[in-house]
């Protein structure tokens, strides 16, 4: 009935269009086509720019806007970059192995752009960058690869949101993406996804924190998907970097969500924290965290909670090693289903079962993630509202 | 307001209550006294329609119906509401949220107001009873029951787990929440007593509450059996003489 191997669901690159029409380029975002609009809304990405400090927007293989509104901050394309920044070669296909899998391989084959956004050293970019990636045409496979660097002592905010055209059924989307976190600098990524029924993704995604760095991963995925694979690895390669990775994942019925992340503690007094929501209402939630500890004194935590609706699958692997003495590590795993006793306790305050059951599922995919703007906020408490209802 | 007649109840098979006979009228507060394990708990969740609480005999009516096996969000609905000893944590469900829906909608509920003659304004955003003390959890449960203004108040042992300085709060709370502060002046700012008194039952397990709110009439539970009804003090006196089961064998001999 389930099958727990996402490599069971293979992915036939042969069966994707390698190539797909040119777009044209919007100097006004205000311009994009409603429908389009409104679906990267939905992923955070707001055609009024409000509260942003800059956009880049790639639909299939053309990068139809990019803009930086702020001083010392590059946002570009990453063919673009290649050919005018001579500091790209040093970061391409540094972190990435081409060769890690046939989608990497892929990626390094048929390269259809990507983003590169660049914070120079100490500047603080208030509001944040928004990144769209959209297909937009029916069975395309597109290749993106990402560049980002946050120099010494900056501050950036990347919200990219990941979407395909209203009625797009399938496609696939693979990502390579290399984030460097130079000393000091602070760099938070939010990615929402909201992809076709089936659609494949596989984002591949290698982070380098220097010291006294700080990663701060929020992903969500409240959308019917087909398979999406990705367990981004992040080395906190200088003292006290700090990574945090938050992931709220919705499984609708036939998805299989297989999302983790892993964070190497590779100098002293470094931490790191995953936490992982997940709710299966008829699909696969495989809810991966890996920590690896090298010195002595770090601490990590991972917390993974899931949540059985229907039916469906929900597999929590958490994993913890440690390789000295005095690293401190902890893991705190459940699966299940909605304790009766919450749901008799609202029915106490006058709410009837299906409306007390949402209202514990809404609080149960609700976090809390630092720093979003608060339209994007709104709108993803609207979509956890219209998931949830949709799960009932 | 509250009717009881021949209740039995079975917890997990087990009889806890075994033939209980009690009526609340309108406006009293009565106070059930009883050891541990006595059923004092059993009796307000199967008063309240928890699940696990099966009652095997008997009938409870409340304002004339007979609720014996209606929902719980019924029994909330026609005005019965209860005070947890120890309510689950709702993860990423605000306190507020909660507030409000106890309010569903009823004019000149006030969350923010509530909240503050309560001192609880700060918890107001925080995940409900997530990482609470016992005074928090019976402040949170008050806050929610006076928004809720329920006709029957169900207060499982308010005053265990606070402190000195809260309790005087809590008992001011539950006079102004049952509309009788008469011998404690009413919390601040609130509206003053209300046209209607409610009724309430009230567990206690040390009678410390007794002190600060007046109570009608006190029972003794025992065994599962309601042993003994009269004053709620001089119940309170005869226990700490001779203890429960000293209490429970001088009602039998009467």
């Not at chain 1, 009837?352 to 809390?368: C, K, N, Q, W």
Request: glycine residues 10%; contains cysteine.
């Amino acid at each position: 009935m389930f099958d727990f191997d996402i490599e069971s669901r293979e992915v036939d690159l042969e069966k994707f269009e390698t190539d797909a029409q040119a777009h044209d380029y919007l100097s006004d975002l205000t311009h994009m086509d409603p429908a389009d609009a409104s679906k990267m809304l939905d992923v955070g990405v707001d055609m009024g720019e409000s509260a942003r400090a800059g956009s880049f927007i790639q639909k299939d293989k053309s990068v139809i806007h990019c803009k930086s509104r702020q001083q010392g901050l590059e946002i570009m394309g990453i063919s673009q970059a290649a050919a005018v920044h001579g500091r790209l070669r040093d970061y391409l296909w540094k972190s990435v192995n081409p060769d890690t899998d046939r989608f990497t391989a892929r990626a390094k084959e048929i390269p259809h752009g990507g983003y590169f956004i660049r914070t120079l050293p100490g500047v603080k970019v208030p509001h944040p960058v928004q990144s769209c990636l959209y297909i937009a045409k029916e069975g395309f496979s597109q290749n993106v690869h990402n560049v980002v660097v946050a120099e010494e002592n900056s501050e950036i905010h990347i919200i990219t949101g990941c979407a395909t055209a209203p009625r797009l059924d399938s496609g696939l989307h693979v990502g390579i993406s290399e984030f460097y976190v130079k000393k000091g600098a602070r760099l938070t990524f939010t990615m929402i996804h909201d992809w076709g029924k089936n659609v494949s993704v596989r984002p591949r995604t290698v982070t380098h924190v220097e010291a006294g760095g700080v990663l701060v991963s929020n992903y969500i995925s409240l959308k019917p998907v087909g398979n999406l694979q990705m367990f981004p690895t992040t080395w906190l390669d200088g003292e006290n970097a700090v990574a945090r990775f938050n992931s709220i994942l919705v499984a609708a019925k036939d998805a299989c969500l297989d999302v983790g992340s892993r964070v190497i503690l590779n100098a002293p007094g470094t931490r790191a924290e995953i936490i992982s929501r997940g709710i299966t209402s008829g699909g696969t939630i495989i809810a991966r965290g890996d920590l690896v500890g090298k010195y002595p004194g770090i601490r990590a935590h991972l917390e993974c909670k899931g949540l059985i609706l229907k039916e469906g699958i929900m597999h929590a692997i958490p994993e913890l090693r440690g390789y000295v003495p005095g690293v401190e590590m902890s893991h705190e795993a459940a699966v299940g289903k909605i304790d009766r006793r919450e749901i008799e306790y609202l029915m106490a305050r006058g709410l009837e079962e299906e409306e007390a059951v949402s209202t514990i599922v809404r609080g149960f995919l609700h976090a809390d993630i630092e720093g979003l703007p608060a339209n994007l906020k709104a709108a993803l408490d609207r979509a956890v509202s219209e998931t949830q209802k949709d799960m009932m | 307001m509250l009717l009881i007649e021949e209740l039995r109840v079975e917890v997990g098979g087990r009889p806890i209550l075994k033939n209980i006979n009690m009526e609340i009228p309108e406006g009293e507060t009565h106070v059930l006294f009883g050891p541990n394990g006595s059923g004092k708990t059993t009796l307000m969740m199967t008063l309240m329609g928890f699940s696990g609480y099966h009652v095997t005999h008997g009938k409870i009516t409340f304002k004339g119906e007979d609720i014996t096996f209606m929902p719980i969000h019924e029994r909330a609905r026609l005005g019965i509401g209860i005070s947890l000893q120890r309510p689950p944590a709702i993860n990423g469900l605000k306190t507020r949220n909660l507030v409000e829906i106890c309010a569903a909608g009823r004019e000149g509920a006030d969350v923010e107001k509530l909240a503050e003659e309560l001192n609880f304004s700060d918890f107001l955003d925080r995940d409900v009873n997530c990482n609470f003390s016992g005074g928090e959890i019976k402040r949170s449960e008050l806050l929610q029951l006076m928004a809720q203004q329920p006709d029957l108040v169900l207060l499982d042992e308010p005053e265990s787990g606070v402190d000195l300085e809260s309790i005087v709060m809590i008992g001011e709370t539950i006079n102004a929440l049952l509309g009788r502060g008469i011998r404690c002046p009413v919390a601040p700012g609130s509206k003053g007593p209300a046209a209607v008194a409610k009724s309430a039952l009230v567990i206690t397990h040390t009678g410390h509450i007794l002190d600060y709110i007046t109570a009608d009439r006190g029972r003794v539970l025992y065994d599962g059996v309601l042993c003994f009804t009269r004053n709620a003090r001089e119940i309170l006196k005869w226990i700490r003489q001779r203890g429960y089961e000293g209490c429970a064998k001088c009602s039998i001999s009467i």
